[in-house]
Nanobody
Framework: VQLQASGGGLVQAGGSLRLACAAS????????VGWFRQAPGKEREFVAS???????YVLESVKGRFTIFRDRAKNTAYLQMNSLKPEDTAVYYC???????????????????WGQGTQVTVSS
């Protein structure tokens, strides 16, 4: 499975972006898909995940602002980001195929496939 993340960009605080994670080579509709982010000098951080049944987890600090969802027909998962803040600035990565059990959804090391990352910059 190859993952292609897109949709990043430069936006002012309070603005919105929608990130997309498109899969090719194999359907990933049965996989858990996760979004992570990494800011300069910081570790990669879990943002949100969605499992094959549509169940989601979202980082507490982005709840109410970020929504993860998937379009099975397009083999694509999305991260809708609203009310963006400067502290949301990071490279955002999508990942798929959760290994080791459903409770590992927040662990970057638990995912088998990764996209290349897309830069999100929020100006104040």
């Amino acid at each position: 499975v190859q993952l292609q993340a897109s949709g990043g960009g430069l936006v002012q605080a309070g603005g919105s972006l929608r990130l997309a994670c498109a899969a090719s080579g194999h359907s990933f509709n049965s996989y858990t898909v996760g979004w992570f982010r990494q800011a300069p000098g910081k570790e990669r951080e879990f943002v949100a995940s969605i499992n094959w049944g549509g169940g989601t987890y979202v980082l507490e600090s982005v709840k109410g602002r970020f929504t993860i969802f998937r379009d099975r027909a397009k083999n694509t998962a999305y991260l809708q980001m609203n009310s963006l803040k400067p502290e949301d600035t990071a490279v955002y990565y999508c990942a798929a195929q959760l290994l080791g059990g459903p409770n590992n959804y927040y662990m970057a090391s638990a995912y088998g496939y990764w996209g290349q990352g897309t830069q999100v910059t929020v100006s104040s």
